[in-house]
């Protein structure tokens, strides 16, 4: 009998290590983004802002359970934009859905990255 460690490890790697990568680049630009210039700690955070990012980041990882990564990933991207005030409305709205058409198509198409596809749809 195996047990099911041994049937998590048997799986693709190249996802894990995607994965790993993401986690650690983004930790490495949540440290760099409370450090101003020279250094020095920013006192004030704007906290309106980090539970909007947050809203927009639970409503992302629904969306993805049930709608799929096409159809989530723009509608999130672009409430993160508009919670963060992204300036450039168009910009925002077009790289929205440009760039998880992307993403999908080199990683599905190509390393045969495997997207949630949702359970509504």
Same mark, same amino acid.
Request: hydrophobic residues 60%.
């Given at each position: 009998?195996?047990?099911?460690?041994?049937?998590?490890?048997?799986?693709?790697?190249?996802?894990? &290590?995607?994965? *790993?990568? &993401?986690?650690?680049?983004? #930790?490495?630009?949540?440290?760099?983004?409370?450090?101003?210039?020279? *250094? +020095? @700690?920013?006192? @004030?955070?704007?906290?309106?802002? /980090?539970?909007?990012?947050?809203?927009?980041?639970?409503?992302?990882?629904?969306?993805?359970?049930?709608?799929?990564?096409?159809?989530?990933?723009?509608?999130?991207?672009?409430?993160?934009?508009?919670? #963060?005030?992204?300036?450039?409305?168009? /910009?925002?709205?077009?790289?929205?859905?440009?760039?998880?058409?992307? /993403?999908?198509?080199?990683? +599905? @198409?190509?390393?045969?990255? +495997?997207?949630?596809?949702?359970?509504?749809?």
């Amino acid at each position: 009998m195996t047990s099911s460690f041994c049937s998590v490890t048997s799986q693709p790697s190249f996802p894990r &290590i995607l994965l *790993g990568i &993401i986690i650690v680049l983004s #930790l490495a630009l949540a440290v760099r983004g409370i450090r101003d210039k020279s *250094g +020095a @700690e920013i006192a @004030e955070v704007n906290w309106l802002s /980090v539970v909007k990012a947050f809203g927009a980041t639970t409503i992302d990882i629904a969306g993805v359970w049930f709608l799929g990564f096409l159809i989530a990933m723009p509608v999130a991207t672009i409430l993160l934009g508009a919670a #963060l005030g992204y300036p450039n409305k168009l /910009v925002l709205i077009l790289s929205s859905i440009v760039a998880p058409v992307i /993403v999908w198509a080199v990683l +599905a @198409e190509f390393a045969l990255v +495997a997207f949630p596809t949702g359970t509504i749809f």
